[in-house]
């Protein structure tokens, strides 16, 4: 995991070999992720002049814990070049990386109650946004909003006194502002 990670922080530098057919796109930025903040990298390869697709990586925290989501992120781009702006859609599908103990009070279904502890997973999350990029000559700069959906899992039959409990999956969404540069 950790090569992995190594390898898609160090992807946006390969947008710099290029010299004239710009193929490649790098996102580097900072965000507000619910409250909290964080930062990432994008590598986009250029489809059709109009459509960028590639991987991402982000470090952020949710629940004043870490999280790393590992993703691929779509740009659906149209370029203005008398203005130098690019507005975007962009969505996003990826594996959220969270790994917490908790330690709270259930209930089994005879009532009986006790102090138990358990982990709260990552499992995948989705991410929908819009976007505007103002280019300079090499680099541009670009601000976007995306809507996130995260989805949590729990351990299956928690046991409490010979009596098994399962906690549903959790769904929680976040809004992310971010702002970066793009070369």
Not at 30 to 58: A, Q, S
Not at 74 to 95: A, E, L
């Amino acid at each position: 995991m950790k090569k992995i990670l190594f390898f898609l922080l160090l992807m946006p530098a390969f947008c710099f070999a290029q010299q004239t057919d710009k193929l490649l796109y790098g996102y580097a930025y900072v965000m507000n992720h619910d409250g909290n903040i964080g930062g990432g990298v994008v590598c986009n390869v250029e489809l059709w002049n109009i459509v960028n697709i590639g991987p991402g990586v982000e470090v952020t925290s949710f629940e004043d814990h870490g999280m790393i989501p590992v993703f691929i992120d779509m740009k659906i781009k149209y370029r203005f070049d008398r203005v130098h702006i690019s507005p975007y859609i962009t969505g996003q599908f990826g594996y959220n990386s969270y790994n917490v103990k908790q330690i709270e009070n259930l209930t089994t279904p005879s009532g009986i109650q006790a102090v138990t502890t358990f982990n709260k997973s990552g499992k995948y999350f989705y991410g929908a946004g819009l976007g505007v990029i103002y280019h300079f000559k090499k680099i541009g700069v670009y601000a976007s909003y995306i809507y996130r959906g995260y989805e949590y899992t729990f351990p299956k039959d928690i046991k409490i006194n010979d009596e098994f409990i399962n906690i549903p999956d959790q769904s929680v969404s976040a809004n992310l502002f971010v702002v970066g540069i793009t070369f």
